[in-house]
């Protein structure tokens, strides 16, 4: 089993910017390697959709409505993806989750899920 711990939701003003950090860990043993690491965002009333996923080869991909504006980053010594988001806009709100897919642990493999960290853009 693999636990996600997101961090850096919060109110922000429209413009603003917010860091979101997300860092997998495995319950017993070790993680040997994660195939990608991502964000989802989920607003209300809409589906999950990909907000921004780097592979373990350094593929980058961005969903268009993001592309200039947010940045993603791993630290693959420490398992944790960040996702720094300028120019907010009040439609960047909702809930972000962390993914981390393809993970290969003590425990087995498999595909891994943050709880969920509120961003919210807002006069």
């Known amino acids: 089993q693999v636990h996600l711990v997101e961090s850096g939701g919060g109110l922000v003003q429209p413009g603003g910017s917010l860091r979101l950090s997300c860092t997998a860990s495995a319950a017993s043993g070790s993680i040997f390697s994660i195939g990608a690491m991502g964000w989802y965002r989920q607003a209300p009333g809409k589906e999950r959709e990909s907000v921004a996923i780097r592979t373990s080869g350094r593929t980058t991909v961005y969903a268009g409505s993001v592309k200039g504006r947010f940045t993603i980053s791993v630290d693959n010594a420490k398992n944790t993806v960040y996702l720094q988001m300028n120019s907010l806009k009040p439609e960047d709100t909702a809930v972000y989750y962390c993914?981390?897919?393809?993970?290969?642990?003590?425990?087995?493999?498999?595909?891994?899920w943050g709880q969920g960290t509120q961003v919210t853009v807002s006069k």
């Open positions: 993914n981390a897919a393809r993970v290969v642990s003590s425990g087995g493999s498999g595909d891994y």
